[in-house]
């Protein structure tokens, strides 16, 4: 076993907590990595502050992990000691049934192991990237590429791939317009990604706050929501929105922005139901849809995407004893954008 220094919270909503865990022994395809980074991700809070059932306490979240090899199993080929690399949402899967086998981890019929708060196929819980190190099968670790920095490449982790899956999907490309609803964390990363693959990109965030920014990442436009001209004057306008945000819209004035054939796809994830008029759909034949991050070959074909484009989060570096103090600040929406721990401060 190898014991690591984690922080951890011991119970729903209690502050993080300097701990020690047991990574499990490298069995023959695991790869052993030193974390440098972790990324502090929305779903983490609700997580750690038990708004989704099923915590598992203590717990020790993290799934944007940025990192180093330090050692490998005696059947590892894909990398090798000193290798930079990353770990992302999940850490296994049952790799037999249909959506494993093309590429799509994240929608295993047995149940995807999640990076934290879950259960691996042993009925162990997992523990996440707050942590100085972690072992992982070598099938579920990404290649960080050496145009990105290790901190920055840490929330393409689970940010980059949560934005960049569903514009590719959706073929977010030359001739079509794209709106990204939200100007936070995911979306600043949407707008890079949209524009870098060369979609005509439109922000539409609460205010005009964040418009210079959104235009120096590559927005071609730029609406504020609170202002109710906004619809009128978008109406019938895209083929695809994404929906970054974690509040429940107003989806019938969303859908009203839609041309014929037109997607809503959400990424954001808010604690209640949203609702909606069927007719808002039937009139433009118009979908919703929804996207849960990437699979891993997705995952590494994002970051050699990013690396290529120059796609990169806006973050603010923080030492670990200010984990409590991110989640209130992310709370507030102080950030720009990106929270990331420097691990070597635990």
Excluded at 194 to 205: D, F, I, K, N
Excluded at 232 to 252: C, G, K, M, P, Y
Aim: aromatic share 8%.
């Amino acid at each position: 076993m190898c014991k690591t220094h984690v922080l951890s919270v011991a119970s729903a909503r209690a502050p993080f907590e300097k701990t020690t865990i047991e990574r499990r022994e490298l069995r023959p395809h695991d790869v052993l990595i030193d974390i440098k980074f972790s990324g502090i991700c929305h779903s983490d809070i609700h997580s750690a502050h038990g708004e989704w059932d099923g915590g598992i306490f203590p717990m020790v979240p993290g799934h944007e992990i940025a990192g180093v090899v330090e050692a490998v199993g005696t059947e590892v080929t894909k990398y090798a000691v000193g290798d930079r690399v990353g770990v992302g949402c999940f850490v296994d899967s049952c790799g037999e049934c249909e959506y494993c086998r093309s590429g799509e981890e994240q929608y295993c019929t047995r149940g995807v192991v999640s990076t934290y708060n879950s259960l691996d196929y042993d009925g162990n819980p997992t523990y996440g990237g707050y942590s100085q190190k972690i072992v992982v099968t070598e099938g579920f670790v990404v290649r960080i590429p050496d145009a990105l920095q290790l901190d920055v490449a840490s929330p393409l982790l689970c940010a980059g791939i949560t934005t960049y899956s569903p514009l590719k999907h959706w073929n977010a490309g030359p001739g079509k317009r794209v709106a990204i609803v939200g100007m936070g964390g995911l979306g600043h990363l949407a707008v890079q990604f949209a524009h870098a693959m060369g979609a005509e990109v439109t922000v539409l965030s609460q205010s005009m706050n964040k418009k210079s920014e959104a235009m120096e990442l590559g927005a071609d436009h730029y609406y504020a929501t609170s202002d109710p001209a906004t619809f009128t004057e978008l109406a019938n306008q895209f083929d695809l929105i994404l929906n970054t945000v974690s509040a429940n819209l107003d989806v019938n004035a969303y859908l009203s922005l839609l041309r014929v054939d037109g997607t809503l796809v959400n990424v954001g994830a808010p604690a209640e139901p949203d609702q909606y008029h069927v007719f808002s759909l039937i009139m433009k034949r118009r979908s919703i849809a929804g996207s849960l991050v990437g699979g891993i070959r997705e995952t590494q074909e994002m970051l050699d995407f990013a690396a290529e484009h120059g796609v990169a989060p806006k973050i603010e570096v923080i030492r670990a004893d200010q984990v409590d103090e991110a989640y209130e600040r992310i709370l507030r929406s102080d950030v720009r954008y990106r929270f990331v721990i420097d691990i070597a401060t635990l």
